[in-house]
Protein backbone atom coordinates (compact mmCIF):
# COMPACT_ATOMS: atom_id res chain seq x y z
CA UNK A 1 0.00 0.00 0.00
CA UNK A 2 1.46 3.60 -0.66
CA UNK A 3 0.33 7.06 0.64
CA UNK A 4 0.17 10.41 -0.95
CA UNK A 5 0.78 13.32 1.26
CA UNK A 6 0.09 16.58 0.06
CA UNK A 7 1.10 19.87 2.40
CA UNK A 8 2.11 23.65 1.40
CA UNK A 9 -1.67 24.52 0.43
CA UNK A 10 -2.83 28.34 2.10
CA UNK A 11 -4.15 31.58 1.67
CA UNK A 12 -1.82 33.54 -0.94
CA UNK A 13 -2.76 37.28 -3.23
CA UNK A 14 -3.02 37.30 -6.20
CA UNK A 15 0.25 37.43 -7.90
CA UNK A 16 1.98 35.53 -5.27
CA UNK A 17 3.32 31.76 -5.40
CA UNK A 18 3.14 28.66 -3.76
CA UNK A 19 4.80 25.21 -3.73
CA UNK A 20 3.35 22.34 -3.63
CA UNK A 21 4.74 19.27 -1.95
CA UNK A 22 3.55 15.53 -2.82
CA UNK A 23 5.42 13.42 -1.07
CA UNK A 24 4.75 8.96 -1.58
CA UNK A 25 5.49 7.00 0.92
CA UNK A 26 5.13 3.19 1.51
CA UNK A 27 5.69 -0.17 -0.55
CA UNK A 28 7.29 1.64 -3.65
CA UNK A 29 9.67 0.23 -6.68
CA UNK A 30 9.31 3.39 -8.23
CA UNK A 31 6.89 6.31 -9.59
CA UNK A 32 6.37 6.60 -12.62
CA UNK A 33 3.95 9.40 -12.76
CA UNK A 34 2.95 12.10 -10.82
CA UNK A 35 0.14 14.49 -11.63
CA UNK A 36 -1.87 17.83 -9.65
CA UNK A 37 -5.23 17.44 -10.30
CA UNK A 38 -7.53 20.30 -8.74
CA UNK A 39 -11.24 20.94 -7.88
CA UNK A 40 -12.55 24.83 -8.19
CA UNK A 41 -15.87 24.95 -5.88
CA UNK A 42 -18.91 23.64 -8.02
CA UNK A 43 -16.77 22.11 -10.38
CA UNK A 44 -15.44 19.05 -11.53
CA UNK A 45 -11.96 17.70 -10.99
CA UNK A 46 -9.95 18.48 -13.59
CA UNK A 47 -6.12 17.84 -14.27
CA UNK A 48 -3.56 21.07 -13.91
CA UNK A 49 -0.34 19.42 -14.07
CA UNK A 50 1.39 15.66 -14.36
CA UNK A 51 4.69 14.48 -15.45
CA UNK A 52 5.87 11.20 -16.57
CA UNK A 53 9.41 9.44 -15.49
CA UNK A 54 10.91 8.04 -18.85
CA UNK A 55 11.14 4.38 -18.62
CA UNK A 56 11.86 1.49 -20.80
CA UNK A 57 8.54 2.20 -23.09
CA UNK A 58 7.95 5.51 -22.22
CA UNK A 59 9.57 8.70 -23.53
CA UNK A 60 7.94 11.21 -20.56
CA UNK A 61 7.53 14.20 -20.08
CA UNK A 62 5.10 16.75 -18.64
CA UNK A 63 1.60 18.07 -19.45
CA UNK A 64 -0.05 21.53 -18.27
CA UNK A 65 -3.49 22.76 -18.97
CA UNK A 66 -3.52 25.41 -20.44
CA UNK A 67 -4.82 28.10 -18.25
CA UNK A 68 -1.58 27.53 -16.03
CA UNK A 69 1.14 27.09 -18.72
CA UNK A 70 3.92 29.65 -17.98
CA UNK A 71 2.67 29.98 -14.64
CA UNK A 72 2.74 26.53 -12.82
CA UNK A 73 6.30 23.87 -12.71
CA UNK A 74 6.13 20.41 -11.93
CA UNK A 75 9.23 18.64 -11.06
CA UNK A 76 9.86 15.39 -9.50
CA UNK A 77 12.43 13.59 -7.17
CA UNK A 78 12.73 10.33 -8.04
CA UNK A 79 15.08 9.89 -4.93
CA UNK A 80 12.79 11.24 -2.25
CA UNK A 81 9.55 10.01 -4.30
CA UNK A 82 8.17 13.60 -3.89
CA UNK A 83 6.99 15.59 -6.17
CA UNK A 84 6.37 19.58 -6.54
CA UNK A 85 3.92 21.92 -7.87
CA UNK A 86 5.32 25.65 -7.95
CA UNK A 87 2.91 27.62 -8.53
CA UNK A 88 3.59 31.21 -9.51
CA UNK A 89 1.85 34.54 -10.68
CA UNK A 90 -1.18 33.11 -8.94
CA UNK A 91 -4.72 34.19 -9.87
CA UNK A 92 -7.96 34.27 -7.69
CA UNK A 93 -9.60 31.74 -10.40
CA UNK A 94 -6.86 28.99 -9.01
CA UNK A 95 -8.54 29.18 -5.93
CA UNK A 96 -9.56 25.29 -5.58
CA UNK A 97 -8.52 21.87 -3.54
CA UNK A 98 -5.17 20.22 -5.29
CA UNK A 99 -4.84 16.69 -5.25
CA UNK A 100 -2.09 14.91 -6.37
CA UNK A 101 -2.25 11.59 -8.20
CA UNK A 102 0.67 8.86 -9.10
CA UNK A 103 1.16 5.88 -10.75
CA UNK A 104 3.45 3.61 -8.09
CA UNK A 105 4.85 0.60 -9.27
CA UNK A 106 5.16 -1.36 -6.17
CA UNK A 107 7.23 -3.99 -7.70
CA UNK A 108 8.73 -4.47 -11.32
CA UNK A 109 5.38 -5.78 -12.46
CA UNK A 110 2.62 -4.14 -10.32
CA UNK A 111 2.00 -0.65 -10.78
CA UNK A 112 -1.43 0.82 -9.04
CA UNK A 113 -2.87 4.50 -9.16
CA UNK A 114 -2.82 6.55 -5.66
CA UNK A 115 -4.96 9.89 -5.10
CA UNK A 116 -3.67 11.97 -1.99
CA UNK A 117 -5.97 13.80 0.57
CA UNK A 118 -5.88 17.16 -0.90
CA UNK A 119 -4.94 20.63 -0.16
CA UNK A 120 -6.61 23.77 -0.36
CA UNK A 121 -5.37 26.60 -2.43
CA UNK A 122 -7.11 30.13 -1.78
CA UNK A 123 -6.15 33.13 -3.76
CA UNK A 124 -7.32 36.15 -2.68
CA UNK A 125 -7.40 38.86 -5.39
Known amino acids: QVQLVESGGGLVEAGGSLRLPCSAS????????MGWYRQLPGKERELGAS????????????KYTDSVKGRFTISLDGAKNTGYLQMNLLKAEDTAVYYC??????????????WGQGTQVTVSS
Open 51 to 62: MRIPTVGSAGGT
Open 26 to 33: GNIFSVDK
Open 101 to 114: NADVRETRWHQYNY
